[in-house]
Structures are given as structure tokens and as C-alpha cells.
């Protein structure tokens, strides 16, 4: 077995590694081994290389759950579920989103962490931010009101706790958290973005969702309070950016309206998968009682109605629709229609 792994795995100054830089087919040569032989030892010498390992102490694991990573996870899988219809990714976030509003809430508020079959520590203004993205992209992913309620009631909280409501922007910590030095205002992206950043992206998507424009005004306050970091340092807000190109574009409004269930929409979905659209709502709902629920929350779909025997698609803007379509190409291209910058067709006819 030793010869075995010097030649399988190679030797190093006298040292065996876990590395298999030869063919299979050579290896096989220099052992005299058919190449199934060969595949059967690496097989059984897997589980003896278990068994040593097992000797040593295991590394240590930090065994906590974080709201605000599951947040981003959960955005993550939900994405992934809507650009690529597939609905196991959808589940995989409902799971991890249901976990965290029934393990991590209590009443409205959220707790930080959660370990040894309890939650812990007053949550962060990520948490709230990335949860509520997370729950944002659940609905679009699949439809389902509750997700957008449960966003909507996170928001109240950020408003009520964390928001400057005199200078605009955000704070890391509640208002009721334990006493600080200073409450620290989120200001730069790093490889996780910062609360801040996302929750005005939040407060966007509210603002197209619901048509209440309170979310765009609390939004813009934002922008103003990071005005001087957008200018002086835009790399350092880059997930700010986005919400940025979201707040000064026209963003597209899309409605799908189905007879019956969401997999009627998928020839229409199919259509949005294929395109990048970076600055939209989704909302796809069945006619009768799913409607009618979802209008309570998003005038937008009101009085809006599937085709015959088909869904229907609505794309519009500040909620002004184009017409109606249940054709795929039309639909594609109604949401590959660009809208220039204010300035920015005059600006490029001057070059």
C-alpha cells in the first residue's frame, strides 16, 4: 500500500500528498495494475485515509447561524430559482427564510444569531437589510404574498429603530440598543454589502411595488446622507451604485397574470431569463383570490386579467403599462426597450 500511494499520489521529499498528478493509465503501468484495480484501491484507500484522520482532533467549526449571511443566501437561491426556473433552489430559500422568522423573531423584532437552540443578540442593520432583500427576491421567485408582508414589516422596524429621520441614512444599531460611544452609520461595500446600501435598494423596490412614494423619498434621503462618498470614493460604495442606477432609471414594472398556476407564465419567463433586466419588480399571480390578495399590497396588479387560456404579461413604468401581450416576442421586446439618462442622448449627439 505504501508503493501504491508514492506512485498514486506522488512523493515530495519524502512526503505522500493527497495529489494526483499522473494519468490513471500510467499509474496503472508502473504498478502492474489493470486500471479498475487501480480505481478499487483508490476507493479502499479512501476510507483508511478516513480512519487516520479520524485520529487526529477535528477542526474546530463555528456552529452559529447569522441572519444576515442566510439573508444573502437566501436572495442567492431565489435568484437562481427565477434565472433559471428551477424550482429547488426556490425551495432551498423558503426553508432557510421560514427557519429565521420562526427561530430568530420575536414579535417584530429579529435577534442576530442563533446556536445551541437559541437566538441571541439584537440584530444589526444587515441582518434586517439582507433578509429583507432575501424576502424580496422569494416573492419574484415565487409569488408568494406572504414573503412580501413579512419584507414590508422588517422595513417598519428599520424605520422606526434604525433610520436618522433628521439627517437621512442609517444606522448600524437600533435606537433601544445597548448604549455605545457613537452609532455607527454603514458607509462602504466591501465583499458583503453594507446595510445600508441594500436597504435603499429595498426602499426602491417598495417604491415600484406598492406605488408609495414615501419609500423613494426615504430612499433619496439616503443618497443625500452618502452623497459625499458616492463622489469622492464610488468604489467604495459599489453596491450604492446599484441602487443608485435604480433610483435614476425607469425602472420596468412586469405583471403576469395566469389562469391558474405560475407555470403558465413560463414561456413568458422564459423570455426574461434570456435578457438582462437589472432595474424591475416581478409580480406573477394567478386570477380570482391570488390577485385580489396581492392588490391589497400592490395596486399595480389590479383590474389586470389573464388572456384566454394563457397568461397575460403588463410591462410598465411609474404605472403607465404598454399593452397588454401574451405573445413571448412581444413581451421580450417590450423589456429590452431602454430608457437614456435625462442628458444623456444630447450629451452623446455632441460627440
Excluded at 441614512?169 to 453594507?194: C, I, K, N, Q, V
Excluded at 403558465?264 to 416581478?282: G, K
Amino acid at each position: 500500500m505504501k508503493l501504491f500511494f508514492s506512485v498514486i499520489c506522488g512523493n515530495f521529499e519524502g512526503r505522500n500528498i493527497l495529489h494526483t498528478p499522473r494519468p490513471l493509465t500510467e499509474v496503472a503501468k508502473a504498478l502492474g495494475m489493470s486500471e479498475e484495480q487501480v480505481r478499487t484501491a483508490i476507493e479502499e484507500s479512501k476510507d483508511i485515509l478516513y480512519e487516520a484522520r479520524r485520529q487526529r482532533p477535528p477542526p474546530l467549526r463555528d456552529e452559529k447561524i447569522l441572519t444576515s449571511w442566510n439573508g444573502l443566501m437566501i436572495s442567492a437561491y431565489a435568484r437562481a430559482a427565477l434565472a433559471l426556473g428551477n424550482e429547488r433552489y426556490a425551495q432551498r430559500a423558503e426553508r432557510a427564510a421560514g427557519f429565521l422568522l420562526q427561530k430568530l423573531r420575536k414579535s417584530d423584532r429579529l435577534y442576530r444569531s442563533f446556536n445551541d437552540g437559541r437566538a441571541q443578540h439584537d440584530a444589526y442593520l444587515d441582518d434586517y437589510a439582507f433578509l429583507t432583500a432575501g424576502l424580496l427576491d422569494l416573492f419574484e421567485a415565487t409569488g408568494d404574498t406572504r414573503r412580501l408582508r413579512e419584507a414590508i414589516s422588517l422595513d417598519r422596524v428599520v424605520e422606526a429603530n434604525y433610520e436618522d429621520r433628521s439627517g437621512g441614512g442609517f444606522f448600524l444599531t437600533a435606537d433601544d440598543h445597548e448604549r455605545l460611544l457613537a452609532r455607527e452609520r454603514p458607509s462602504s461595500d466591501g465583499a458583503e454589502p453594507s446595510g445600508s446600501s441594500v436597504e435603499m435598494l429595498n426602499l426602491l423596490r417598495f417604491s415600484e411595488l406598492t406605488t408609495n412614494a414615501a419609500y423613494r423619498k426615504r430612499a433619496e434621503r439616503a443618497f443625500t446622507a452618502l452623497g459625499g462618498a458616492l463622489q469622492s470614493s464610488p468604489a467604495a460604495v459599489s453596491e450604492a451604485l446599484l441602487a443608485l442606477d435604480f433610483f435614476l432609471d425607469s425602472a420596468k414594472e412586469i405583471v403576469i397574470v395566469t389562469r391558474r398556476s405560475r407555470a403558465e407564465a413560463e414561456p413568458l419567463l422564459a423570455r426574461l431569463r434570456a435578457r438582462y433586466v437589472p432595474n424591475r419588480v416581478l409580480l406573477v399571480a394567478a386570477e380570482g383570490r391570488p390577485v385580489a390578495e396581492l392588490a391589497r399590497l400592490v395596486p399595480l396588479v389590479e383590474g389586470k386579467v389573464a388572456g384566454k387560456g394563457q397568461a397575460m404579461a403588463y410591462v410598465c413604468k411609474r404605472g403607465v403599462c404598454d399593452l397588454p401581450t401574451a405573445d413571448p416576442a412581444v413581451f421580450e421586446k417590450q423589456i429590452r426597450q431602454v430608457d437614456h439618462l435625462p442628458g444623456a442622448v444630447e450629451k452623446h449627439a455632441t460627440r
